[in-house]
Nanobody
Framework: QVQLLESGGGLVQDGGSLRLSCAAS????????MGWFRQAPGKEREFVSG????????YYADSVKGRFTIFRDNAKNTVYLQMNSLKPEDTAVYYC?????????????????WGQGTQVTVSS
């Protein structure tokens, strides 16, 4: 069973940047669709971005398009989320997810493997 560990969260000012990493262990992620979700206090977990096993298909939530970039390095068994032009409304716990399938789902319930999350706080 693949296990995921996120890192890279922290406190950043409005307009700043962060890069999140999601390192996988216990298996190779090349056959997994990988995704990033986030959950703010009192809100449901929402889809941020997803990437296919080869990296050839990528989806973003409208709220992050043009600001966030997802990419993966299968040789390092790691997926990244580069976040630029951060806004206070991006504040949330960010979760990495994996699914051994070919399609990228935007619903959290469709993903079975999750990391523990990393906090991102954007101050105004």
């Amino acid at each position: 069973q693949v296990q995921l560990l996120e890192s890279g969260g922290g406190l950043v000012q409005d307009g700043g940047s962060l890069r999140l990493s999601c390192a996988a262990s216990g298996g190779t992620i090349s056959a997994y669709v990988m995704g990033w979700f986030r959950q703010a206090p009192g809100k449901e977990r929402e889809f941020v971005s997803g990437i296919s096993g080869s990296g050839g298909t990528i989806y973003y939530a409208d709220s992050v398009k043009g600001r966030f970039t997802i990419f993966r390095d299968n040789a390092k068994n790691t997926v990244y989320l580069q976040m630029n032009s951060l806004k206070p409304e991006d504040t949330a716990v960010y979760y990495c997810a994996a699914e051994p399938t070919f399609s990228i789902a935007s619903t959290a319930a469709d993903w079975d493997i999750w990391g523990q999350g990393t906090q991102v706080t954007v101050s105004s």
